[in-house]
């Protein structure tokens, strides 16, 4: 499976993605049995000649699998799912990839590897489009298999009803919390690094020393939005402890680096986070005291909101203040919405 898909990833990098067609799904099916086991009677990449029966649900005739294919390969590089427009261009494109699942799961061509066979194609579909990242075309694969429960039902619904649009829905919604995931995990790294970043370059402004290059480690490791007790700080990782354990605790006291305290701000658009100076005073438990900064941060990424006591009275880089607005994303309903609008027409191919 995996060599299958980096064979994809090439193809679409290279401008060269293969158009969907009967003999693509055979080629497919190959690639994901050779080297696997199967059954005597199954032949990678060949239509089977016997019936099958999956759960209550049974497949096509096996006299009908080629030409079922070819039609459904036709339907889905037709204009029913193509248009000008980008917002109904990206949902015609992730409905054709869960159609060409959900048809070639029904249809059940090949004695093995059909659900893989599926999963392949439906990778194929979103990697070409360009609609969606190539990192992020394997979500919809990732979703039925943590939710593999719900895919079955969702499946043996849709086939009793002969109405796809459950599982049209339900593919949706995987997607889209994916995508949300993944979008998280990029803003995350972009914060820590952005983070990162900017304390070098306010350290860098210091003369070269011990005691900076303790300050750094520390700010380095403190965590967000957590209060630290004073003692705790050289505990924070194992480089930082060894060096206050050279310095003393004398050192950790006079060195004001350790009075700063990162707060997230969950209520902005784009989590942003800046830093909050500590008051000198300790509350009952010996915890630094933090006195509240209320400036907000704006509807803006990545911008960072810094004040530290270690660059206090100085400018952020032009990095940090740089404004780039959020495209909002579309949320479940909008493009389940968007989706639905179309089913009409794409059923009636």
């Known amino acids: ?21 009967a003999d693509l799904f055979a080629e497919y099916n190959a690639a994901l049995l050779t080297g696997t086991n199967y059954a005597p009677e199954v032949k990678p990449g060949e239509l089977r000649e016997h019936s099958v029966v999956v759960g209550t649900y049974r497949g096509a005739p096996p006299e009908d699998c080629e030409y079922l294919l070819e039609q459904l390969a036709t339907w889905l ?11 109904i261009q990206f949902a015609l494109t992730v409905a054709s990839a869960v159609y060409a699942h959900l048809y070639l799961a029904w249809i059940h061509p090949f004695g093995d590897g059909n659900g893989r066979t599926a999963r392949l194609v439906e990778y194929l579909i979103l990697a070409r489009s360009e609609a969606i990242p190539i990192p992020a075309a394997h979500l919809l694969s990732n979703h039925y298999h943590l939710t593999r429960d719900q895919y079955y039902r969702e499946l043996d619904r849709t086939s009793r009803s002969n109405n796809a649009t459950g599982f049209l829905q339900y593919a949706i919604q995987g997607l889209l919390d994916g995508l949300r995931e993944e979008i998280e995990t990029v803003r995350t790294e972009q914060l820590n690094v952005t983070w990162i970043n900017y304390v070098h370059e ?20 403190l965590p967000s939005n957590v209060t630290i007790p004073k003692k705790a700080l050289p505990g924070l990782n194992t480089d930082l402890a060894a060096a206050y354990a050279k310095a003393g605790d004398r050192e950790m006291v006079r060195q004001r680096a350790g009075r700063v305290r990162l707060i997230p701000l969950d209520d902005a658009s784009y989590p942003g986070y800046f830093t909050q100076p500590w008051s000198q005073k300790t509350d009952s438990d010996g915890a630094i005291g933090a006195k509240r900064w209320t400036r907000r941060a704006s509807r803006i990424a990545p911008q960072w909101h810094v004040r530290s006591v ?40």
């Open 1 to 21: 499976m995996l060599e299958a898909l980096e064979q994809i990833d090439r193809q679409v990098t290279n401008g060269d993605a293969q158009v969907l067609s």
């Open 77 to 87: 590089e037709g204009d029913t799912f193509k248009s000008d427009d980008p917002d």
């Open 202 to 221: 306010t350290m860098a402004q210091f003369p070269a020393s011990p005691a900076r290059d303790r300050q750094r480690a520390l700010v380095l490791a």
């Open 310 to 349: 270690l660059g206090r009275g100085q400018k952020r880089p032009a990095h940090l203040r740089a404004r780039r607005r959020v495209r909002s994303q579309p949320g479940p309903r909008a493009l389940l919405y968007r989706v639905s609008a179309i089913l009409t027409t794409a059923t009636a191919g």
